[in-house]
């Protein structure tokens, strides 16, 4: 009898014994477990951010800058410290369309002008018109300041915009746009061959083609 209570009793203390061990090492498992998930989650990159994503372009665009000059006041660093009508006129392929503003007297209204987009016509865009036609817009003052007026817009436009978009000028009527990446049409016809060029004052897209009122 006694030996019998003896056994019961070594059982007891062996059960006793075991019970807190085999407690603690599933609650380690458990531990291990939950660990590893965070480890887990934890390595696993990050999905980029929308934002990182969508780089927006910065800085002046388009065959045509190769044009501009690296270097003086009509390098793009030399642009962007001038008021625009002051900045064109340092633009060697802009030389027509200055003269022009000049005889409009617009020279002090673009320059005085705050936060603007000015499409313009490069010299070669004016040659596409027939002589006659040019030499009689560049001398009648009204039509030549509605021509020129036509192609300001009253707001810097960033090439986002200039994907799709209806804008009023300050000729009263109103530009389309439409593009992407580097390539943008106005009114579909004229096509920006250097585009986001930053004056003090203003953002100009210089275009291949001069626009006409609707």
Sequence with gaps: MNARRFRRAAVAVSVAAV???ALTACGDTDKDKKDTGSSSAASEPAAPSSAAADTAMSGPFGPGCA???KEGAGSFDGMA?????TAASNNPALSTLVTAV???GLVDTLNNAENITVFA???DAFA?????DLDAVL??????????????VGQKLTPKQLETGTYPTLQKSTLTTAGSGESYKVNDTSSVVCGNVPTANATVYIVDTVLMPK
């Design 67 to 69: 044009g501009v000059p």
């Design 128 to 132: 596409k018109l027939p002589k006659a």
């Design 102 to 104: 000049k005889k409009a």
């Design 19 to 21: 019970l807190p061990l």
């Design 121 to 123: 016509p490069t010299n």
């Design 81 to 85: 410290k001038d008021p625009v009508a």
């Design 139 to 152: 001398a009648d003052k009204a039509k030549l300041t509605s021509i020129l007026t036509y192609h300001v």
